[in-house]
Every structure is written in C-alpha cells, then in structure tokens.
C-alpha cells in the first residue's frame, strides 16, 4: 500500500501536471470504484484543481467550488501519466481523470477491488474522510509522545493505527522499528522517555529519508515504481536475508494478509518473536533465540 513517503512524491508529481488546469471529464471503468452518488461525479467536471493535499493515505483533489475527489488507492492502486485520452483497456485500469495535456489513470492489480473513490462538496465532509492521526513530520517530540503513549498498544500496532499517526503502514513501520531498534511487539506504556525518543528520532529519519530517495528515484517525472518492497530497505520484505547492520537474518511474523519484518539482534536482544501460524505447529519446538534457531537449522 503506498504510504506517507509514496503519497507525498505522487502528490508533488501531480502538483506539476495538473494544479491549475481543468479537469475535463472523468471515465469509470468500474462500477464499484465511486463510493459515493451525491454530488453526481459529473458536477466535478469542468472544474480546476486549485489543491492537493494529504489525508494519511489518501490523496485529496480539491476543485473549484469547494468539491474533493478523494482517492485511497488501498493495497494495489497505482496512478499513471497518460497521453491524452488514454483508452482503459486492460481489466486493471478502473478510471482516468482527463486533462488538456494528460489523463491521469487508476489501476488496480489483483482480483480484490479495494481502490475507493469519493466526490464530496465542503470541508466538513472532507475532514470526515481524515483517520485523524498525528502528522509525524511537524510534530514536535511532546506531541509524538503524548499520541504514542494514550493507549497501551504494541509499537508496530500504534504506528500502523491510521488514527495514532498518519501515513504510515506496514512497509514504513519496519523500517522505523528497525533504525529505533525496537521490538515491534514493545508496548507503548512500558517504554523509557529514551525509547520514545529514540523512535521518534527514528520516525523523522526514515520518512524524510524515504520521501527523499522516491523524489530522487522519479527524477521530475511521474513515479511508476511505486511499491511497498523496495531493495534498499533495511528489513522490510527481506525475510531470510542479512540485517544490513549486523547481519543476522531477518525474522518475520506472520498475521492475516501482512508479515512484520525485524532483525532480532538489534531489535529483541536476540529473542525470536513467535510467528502465530508456526508456533501452532511446532508448540514446544519454537526456537527461543538466535542461537536455537541456528542449531535447529545446523540439524538440517
């Protein structure tokens, strides 16, 4: 899912393109992508863009008029710079936004239509679509902690509530957890005021850095590499691979459709965090540590 670093670069792309220029018409390939039926997605036509702006992960197109396209791109919804009048062609592609100079495209990749697109009309209905989560980025330390340490959640849960901080999901999460060298299983209320600001220092790194290296990488043009597994990442999809910082391997936990990725030397003091599915199977037999694991694999 594109998180606060790829949101911030495709807003700045379409910043470039399309902030000032009338959107012409709009073309829906999926009955199920608008998720709203008043306004009529008509009366957004023929309007200019006049903001964009974000809403955690979600991108806000604002229209003369005090209209707001909003648009969550969910797990697999990508956006493209097209010609234009770019046909939809392809099962993948649900919408295009047409310009005068371009049509930007939605696609979605997979069977599950998760994409949503919303036409709303005032700011009220606009801040209705915001999670309400801290913004990491202009936050000082004081307002970071207070927001972090409400409630007792697990570190990786709190960073990933769209409604504790914004813009972050599971991909940035790691990376976060792993430069703080935190346990993602670490509860908010049992951390030290080092901790906390360790993490938050860590929060303002990665995503920062992360907004960087994207702008870099799309160089001026519009990002089409846009993806939540990314080489350069410290642990994030790197399961089985060697922490870059000390070179242990890669543990993950395994949850529903996601894994959380960690480094359990320079997060959990060595401790293997127990994965829901295999510790089922193996009960007893879960590896404790490093060193367990390492012995079981010796065996093999």
């Known amino acids: 899912m594109p998180e606060l670093p790829d949101i911030t670069v495709y807003i700045e792309a379409l910043e470039a393109r399309i902030l000032g220029h009338r959107l012409e018409k709009?073309?829906?390939?999926?009955?199920f992508l608008l998720r709203t039926a008043v306004p009529p997605i008509g009366a957004a036509e023929g309007?200019?863009?006049?903001?964009?702006?974000?809403?955690?992960?979600?991108?806000?197109?604002?229209?003369?008029?005090?209209?707001?396209?909003?648009?969550?791109?969910m797990i697999a919804g990508r956006l493209?710079?097209?010609?234009?009048?770019?046909?939809?062609?392809?099962?993948?592609?649900?919408?295009?936004?047409?310009?005068?100079?371009?049509?930007?495209?939605?696609?979605?990749?997979?069977?599950?239509?998760?994409?949503?697109?919303?036409?709303?009309e005032g700011p009220a209905a606009l801040a209705a679509q915001d999670p309400g989560g801290l913004e990491v980025l202009?936050?000082?330390?004081?307002?970071?902690?207070?927001?972090?340490?409400?409630?007792s959640h697990t570190l990786k849960r709190a960073l990933t509530d769209p409604r504790i901080f914004s813009g972050i999901g599971n991909a940035y999460s790691d990376e976060i957890l792993h430069r703080a060298q935190l346990s993602p299983l670490a509860l908010t209320g049992r951390l030290t005021a080092q901790e906390v600001e360790r993490l938050y220092a860590a929060a303002l790194a990665t995503l920062e850095d992360w907004v960087a290296r994207l702008r870099n990488e799309a160089k001026g043009g519009f990002p089409e590499k846009v993806t939540a597994f990314r080489k350069d990442m410290a642990v994030h999809g790197r399961y089985g691979k060697p922490c870059p910082v000390c070179g242990t391997t890669v543990q993950r936990?395994?949850?529903?459709?996601?894994?959380?990725?960690?480094?359990?030397?320079c997060q959990t003091g060595g401790k293997l965090l127990?994965?829901?599915?295999?510790s089922v199977l193996l009960k007893k037999d879960w590896p404790k540590s490093i060193e367990e694991l390492e012995q079981l694999r010796g065996k093999g």
Do not use: M
């Open 253 to 265: 936990i395994r949850h529903a459709d996601n894994e959380t990725n960690y480094c359990p030397r």
């Open 47 to 73: 309007r200019k863009v006049v903001c964009l702006r974000r809403l955690g992960k979600r991108i806000a197109f604002g229209l003369e008029g005090e209209l707001w396209l909003v648009l969550h791109l």
């Open 80 to 120: 493209h710079w097209q010609p234009p009048g770019t046909l939809l062609k392809g099962k993948f592609t649900l919408a295009a936004f047409d310009f005068a100079d371009g049509s930007l495209t939605l696609t979605e990749a997979g069977t599950k239509k998760r994409a949503a697109l919303h036409l709303l």
């Open 138 to 151: 202009t936050a000082d330390l004081p307002a970071f902690a207070a927001r972090l340490t409400a409630r």
């Open 274 to 278: 127990a994965d829901r599915s295999l």
């Open 26 to 31: 709009i073309r829906l390939a999926s009955p």
